[in-house]
């Protein structure tokens, strides 16, 4: 075997030190990682060439990634998680109830990453949206997010899912228990993701996805799990760009009287006129402020 011959792939499962990739050729392969610089994730494009007497591969490197979906970790150090994908879609349920400050967060970061972002309502067979649910969903998509309402025990809808992700790169997020890999398993005849059932001492979601996959979709679309999460917070690097998270604050704002205004302390502030007013939803704007300071004290931890 000539290991100086080279190739691209598309990452398309990672498992610690050891990647699930895809060739060009659509030829599926094991590869290990060169050396500890190299840390890739789903979703990315890599040079792999092939290592004497093994089956496996080795990861050369990592071509330019187009975006990548980032986390503050325990260490509140910087952790990507996906790359090189077009949509997050934030799966919700009851249980586990609702944070829907993650939901923002999720959508957020698609707002930051320039890609599309919508939110899918599983379980609808246990008929759990109550007044307040529906008011803050409703609120999602009044400032533009499309809401999908389904059941992946019953299979309710899957269809409309498949609409929006069609020709689509997709991560599946949110918390933990909420569904993820049960809706990935009705919509993707590839996939063997691992479902569990709630706890149903604590209704707190057990986290079953560990590893992180590609499966292709009937319709061009392709779709990422990730692991349940009961947090979650992005890497920000300037609590300026906070703002960009929030569709609505950030057009509300080119209305404030001082350009740098945080919409947090000043006076005169046209965000905090349009919150009073119920123009801006008064939690969507304790998100906004919940993530400005998460963002301060992240920052200064890591600096």
């Known amino acids: 075997m000539n290991t100086n011959v080279t190739q691209q792939a ?16 659509n030829e599926v392969l094991f590869a290990k990682i060169k050396g500890k610089k190299i840390q890739p994730v789903c979703g990315d494009q890599i040079e792999i060439s092939p290592i004497a007497q093994e089956s496996d591969w080795l990861i050369n490197k990592i071509i330019p990634r187009n975006n990548e979906l980032t986390r503050s970790n325990y260490s509140h150090k910087r952790e990507v998680i996906a790359a090189n994908i077009t949509m997050i879609a934030v799966v919700v349920s009851d249980p586990p109830k609702p944070d829907w400050f993650i939901v923002d967060r999720y959508i957020g970061a698609a707002e930051s990453m320039g890609i599309k972002a919508c939110i899918i309502c599983n379980k609808i067979d246990l008929n759990w949206e109550t007044e307040q649910y529906s008011k803050t969903i409703k609120n999602y998509q009044l400032i533009g997010y499309p809401v999908i309402y389904c059941s992946a025990e019953t299979k309710s809808n899957l269809e409309k899912i498949l609409e929006h992700l069609k020709n689509e790169t997709a991560i599946f997020v949110g918390q933990s228990g909420a569904g993820k890999s049960s809706i990935i398993n009705q919509i993707s005849r590839n996939s063997n993701q691992l479902t569990q059932e709630i706890s149903s001492k604590k209704k707190e979601g057990k986290h ?37 998270s929030f569709v609505e604050i950030e057009a509300e704002g080119l209305n404030c009287k001082f350009n740098n205004c945080s919409h947090a302390k000043e006076q005169n502030c046209a965000v905090k006129e349009a919150v ?3 123009r801006i939803d008064p939690r969507r704007y304790e998100s906004y402020k919940r993530l400005l ?3 301060q004290k992240n920052n200064h931890k890591r600096y």
């Open 10 to 25: 598309t990452i398309i499962g990672t498992y610690s030190q050891r990647m699930l990739v895809k060739t060009s050729n």
């Open 208 to 244: 079953t996805t560990v590893n992180s996959n590609i499966l292709d979709l009937d319709n061009g679309g392709k779709v990422m799990d990730s692991p349940g999460v009961r947090d979650y917070s992005p890497i920000i690097d300037s609590t300026y760009k906070v703002v960009g």
């Open 276 to 278: 009073n007013d119920e």
């Open 293 to 295: 300071n998460i963002t």
